[in-house]
């Protein structure tokens, strides 16, 4: 299994707190990615990166930020939450091309969030 | 813009049948394109994907994929349905060129119940 963590695993929060979400790996990847899911949508990507640093808004970006300041770690932050922003939040890695052929993604094992 | 249908988002079989689960995409440039399974509170992990090598792809636990361009879809079958086989199963698709990031777009996901 990839060596992702995602922490904390479940978190219940009141409307209008920041909370922030990690996704650790520890297999040096360049590429991390959040997704959220919530039933009927399947995954939806919120914002990606592709180096310390460099990072880019994804599909459902508003009301989220995120950081990497090291390879191995990227915080996904809701800034003041919503009940809309309940959800299971995953994080994904690829080490990116290889072969001529894009990586699959590896998934962490998710956070359940409850903004109340 | 790419896109990704999954058609049914519940499927039932019953154990020994086939299992088909429907998969359509839309991509304006030559997509990769993944199966993805998810267990009850777990992350995804990858079943099968297609890179623009051979059209008809194995992968773990028995499943395969049939790239067909022309009618632009990518069909998960397994011959004969296991209970362990019931969870929900994702399919997506991503940029098949070398200057994408990898973003994964997913389809809303198709729960497969597989009764004795």
């Known amino acids: 299994d990839a060596g992702i963590t995602q922490s904390p695993r479940h978190k219940v929060t009141e409307t209008g707190t920041p909370v922030t979400l990690r996704c650790h790996q520890t297999?040096?990847?360049?590429?991390m990615y959040w997704y959220r899911q919530d039933p009927g949508h399947g995954l939806r990507l919120i914002h990606y990166?592709?180096?310390?640093?460099?990072?880019d808004k994804g599909e459902v970006s508003d009301g989220y930020s995120v950081s990497r300041s090291k390879t191995e770690d990227f915080l996904l932050t809701l800034e003041s939450a919503t009940s809309s922003q309940t959800s299971v939040y995953f994080c994904a890695i690829t080490a990116g091309l290889a072969g001529g052929s894009f990586n699959e993604q590896f998934f962490g094992p998710g956070t359940r969030l409850t903004v109340l | 813009a790419q896109s990704v249908t999954q058609l049914g988002s519940h499927v039932s079989v019953s154990e020994g049948a086939l299992v088909l689960l429907r998969c359509n995409y839309s991509s304006s440039v030559p997509p990769y394109l993944f199966w993805y399974v998810q267990y009850p509170n777990q992350g995804l992990q990858l079943l099968l994907k297609y890179t623009s090598a051979a059209t008809l792809v194995k992968g773990i636990n028995g499943f395969e994929a049939e790239f067909k361009k022309s009618e632009t879809s990518f069909h998960l079958t397994k011959p004969s349905a296991h209970m362990s086989d019931a969870a929900e199963y994702f399919c997506?698709?991503?940029?098949?060129?070398?200057?994408?990031?990898?973003?994964?777009?997913f389809g809303q996901g198709t729960t497969l119940q597989v009764k004795p």
């Open positions: 297999e040096n990847h360049r590429y």
């Open positions: 997506a698709v991503s940029e098949g060129s070398s200057s994408n990031t990898g973003k994964l777009i």
């Open positions: 990166s592709y180096g310390v640093k460099d990072t």
